[in-house]
């Protein structure tokens, strides 16, 4: 049972790339969510999603893009990277009924 | 705005000794709160959790009051070992939809585990 699993573990994107980070979960679970998390501080929520199809903003949105076609994954695109994202990006989900959250291992991003 | 603050960055102890980290929060209609481990490179990995109608809950060697008085949490480790050095995190766990939750996070209590 792999739980929540990132890719990629580390990268670097120039000013202006685009790039998306991969999200999986083999829970079965219903929802998921994207976190940042900068130097020192704690998570915040950038987007989340209750169910395939639906997608909602959290707290720090801009500058980013999810869908959720399946129930498994869950990918956020940056689509003109900025020196402002530059974080640790995490993805967790959770299953109904329970308030849980299972983490995956993250994403180190760098925009020079 | 409603933020999650820890009361010490850092914080040091013998091993096999009790550790306590602390954390405030300002939200007085938050209801559920969870402590978060965070090791170096690792995803944070939830620890124990807490409802505003308990004021304590026990796990294996941690401990988590909650004084909704003063908005105050507490985490206690029994007899610390050095697998607990890590980054801890309260968090406010606020309603989204369902049971799906928003945590928001305090910027952390480094524990590192002297031998």
């Known amino acids: 049972n792999a739980g929540v699993t990132q890719t990629p573990k580390f990268r670097i994107l120039k000013i202006g790339q685009s790039m998306t980070l991969q999200c999986t979960q083999d829970?079965?679970?219903?929802?998921m969510y994207w976190y940042r998390q900068d130097p020192g501080m704690g998570l915040k929520l950038i987007y989340y999603?209750?169910?395939?199809?639906?997608?909602d903003k959290g707290e720090v949105p801009n500058g980013y893009n999810v869908s959720r076609s399946t129930t498994e994954d869950f990918p956020l695109r940056l689509e003109l990277a900025a020196p402002s994202q530059t974080s640790v990006y995490f993805c967790?989900?959770?299953?109904?009924?329970?308030?849980?959250?299972?983490f995956g291992s993250g994403t180190q991003l760098s925009v020079l | 705005g409603e933020s999650v603050g820890l009361h010490l960055p850092t914080l040091s102890v013998q091993e096999g000794d009790n550790s306590i980290i602390n954390c405030a929060y300002s939200?007085?209609?938050?209801?559920?709160f969870i402590w978060y481990k965070q090791e170096s490179g690792k995803g944070p990995q939830f620890i124990i959790d807490?409802?505003?109608?308990?004021d304590k809950r026990q796990g294996q060697r941690v401990t988590v009051l909650l004084n909704k008085t003063v908005k105050h949490l507490s985490l206690q480790i029994a007899a610390t070992q050095p697998g607990d050095s890590a980054v801890y995190f309260c968090a406010d766990a606020g309603p989204l939809s369902g049971s799906a939750r928003q945590l928001t996070f305090g910027s952390g209590t480094q524990l590192t585990v002297l031998p």
């Open positions: 999603s209750v169910g395939a199809g639906i997608t």
């Open positions: 829970m079965n679970h219903n929802y």
């Open positions: 967790a989900s959770s299953s109904e009924g329970k308030e849980k959250l299972f």
């Open positions: 807490i409802r505003s109608n308990m």
């Open positions: 939200n007085s209609a938050s209801d559920y």
